[in-house]
């Protein structure tokens, strides 16, 4: 235990002084500021008693601030993800620590733990600012923005999981756009999973099964200014647990490669 | 070196090979290389770049898995979680994070070694003390010069005080008192009783340090000599006689005669002897062209290595 919280923490102390955090960071707050930048209209229109413009427009930047914040935490998650072991390798890190007593599981858990805990501290803070700005402009958001804050952090656990999962056994950017592509790869085969011909379905069915498992709705984007009627929690809950699922699966399949990879530093 | 009950390192025809990109072309670093090395024991372990050196000792650690052949660590495989608890390593250039302070750096270590987060508490200022980086402790590792890197990867190489100290190249980047500074603390280990496998090119660090050597090249060993056998070796002279004559040959009696070139003859005789054979060369008028030591560490490692080296 004492290990693994010691390879998380300085995995943890390690993103957090990764340049590409601070680039993305840089990025975010300059669209946020320019949507931001916007809401000077949103106080003409409450002056002018629009108050149902405000709220249109209030959701609007809110879903888009909220969005790019989300796809910033997800490239982070790709990309931490993908140079989580490699990164290691290269500095030449990893021989002082693999020459230890160190389980590789316990690193490579620890690795990802350390990422994670960034992530989800990046998560927050995006949460923590859309709810006070939904609290400042009054809008209201429906019960499942929880659920869709949830999502987001199962997404970035995805994400990261699986891309320091591939990135055993292959070079660190395939295995950040692998772990994307596979994400997207049930939305691309829907089409064809009904397909009469079964060249086409096959296939299909294959990737649409070999993908984490689909959100029925755009839970974030149908958590502001309405509430939803029927809301299946359960069904909700249990993409977000089958994806969790995924990625564990992944994590030991790649745990099992990595206990037989050599640790090769050039 | 010794019977296997008292060996901390076992290595029986290893061979590791390496396969370029691609698979094109195959390399092999090391060679059916077999070696012991008893409890207690201070091994050289020296030879050019690339002879293989580095790759024996990540074979060592587990880092690596043989083609060929075994390694055996307190009787344990190599990468044995075990045999790993009880092994300090310090590689050529201490590679460690430069956000962390000293003291931060060695804590780490500790924990991942399992020492006793109190034990670590007095053991890493100790450590760093000894290792003249009592004043750099909270300094931050990334404003650390070269020789203190090296200085701190020898501290979490000692830090959990294990039986096996692998030292890869660990004066690389050192100044004179930094080496030397090594070298006590490597006498100081062995009278602790630590088995310290050292891997060197600074042959007189070797020579004060070591109880045995082995030069490798190409892979493979080619000498493994007692350093106490080798300074007896080395306590022998060599006079070059010019005009090899009967009267010489005569002279020389049962003296080892060694090389013969142009006429010129050496003869090989032990310290005690050599003012005896000169005498009666002198007397034999004997043309005698030079009196010298025979071989140092150094021509025996130009010998066996190759004189490739670059160290």
Known sequence: ?266 | MSDDRDSVIEIDGLTKTFRSRFRRREVCAVRDLSLRVERGSVVAFVGPNGAGKTTTIYLLLGLLRPNRGTVRLFGLPAGDLEARRRIGFQSEIFYTYGFKTAEKALRFYGELSEVPLGKIGMEAPRQLERLGLGAARTRKVRGFSKGMIQRLGIAQALLHQPELLVLDEPTTGLDPEGRKLVAEIILEEKARGTTVFLSSHILSDVERTCDHIVILREGSVALSENMTALRSKSDEWEIEVLSWTPAALEAVGRAEIRDQQNGTVVVRCAAAEKNVLLRRLLEADVDVGAVRRAASLEDLYMRYAGGTSSG
């Not at chain 1, 935490?73 to 072991?85: E, M, Q, S």
């Not at chain 1, 960034?118 to 809008?139: D, E, K, P, R």
């Not at chain 1, 990261?160 to 950040?176: Q, R």
């Not at chain 1, 755009?218 to 995924?246: C, P, Q």
């Open chain 1, 1 to 266: 235990m004492v290990k693994l919280f010691a390879i998380t923490f300085t995995a943890f102390q390690e993103t957090l002084r990764r340049r590409v955090f601070y680039i993305v960071l840089l990025l975010t707050f300059l669209v946020v500021i320019m949507i931001g930048s916007q809401m000077f209209f949103m106080r003409m229109a409450r002056h002018a008693g629009e108050t149902q413009i405000v709220t249109n427009m209030g959701v609007h930047f809110m879903q888009m601030i909220v969005g790019f914040w989300n796809f910033a935490a997800l490239f982070l998650a790709l990309f931490l993800g993908g140079i989580g072991v490699s990164s290691e390798i290269s500095a030449r890190t990893i021989v002082h620590v693999m020459s230890r007593p160190v389980k590789r599981w316990v690193y490579l858990l620890g690795r990802w733990f350390g990422i994670l805990i960034f992530l989800y501290l990046f998560l927050l803070v995006g949460m923590a600012g859309a709810l006070l700005v939904s609290v400042w402009l009054n809008i209201p958001f429906a019960s499942t923005l929880w659920l869709a804050f949830a999502e987001n952090y199962v997404m970035a656990t995805f994400y990261s999981g699986v891309a320091l999962g591939f990135s055993v056994v292959m070079p660190p950017m395939l295995a950040g756009t692998l772990a994307f592509l596979l994400s997207i790869l049930p939305s691309i085969a829907q089409n064809a999973i009904h397909d009469p011909r079964w060249l086409h379905r096959m296939p299909a069915l294959v990737g649409y099964y070999l993908g984490p498992a689909q959100m029925p709705v755009k839970l974030m984007a149908e958590s502001f200014a309405k509430e939803r009627l029927h809301t299946d929690y359960w069904l909700y809950l249990r993409v977000l647990g089958e994806n969790i699922f995924y990625v564990v699966a992944v994590f030991v399949v790649a745990t099992f490669f990595f206990r037989r990879r050599e640790v090769r530093v050039r």
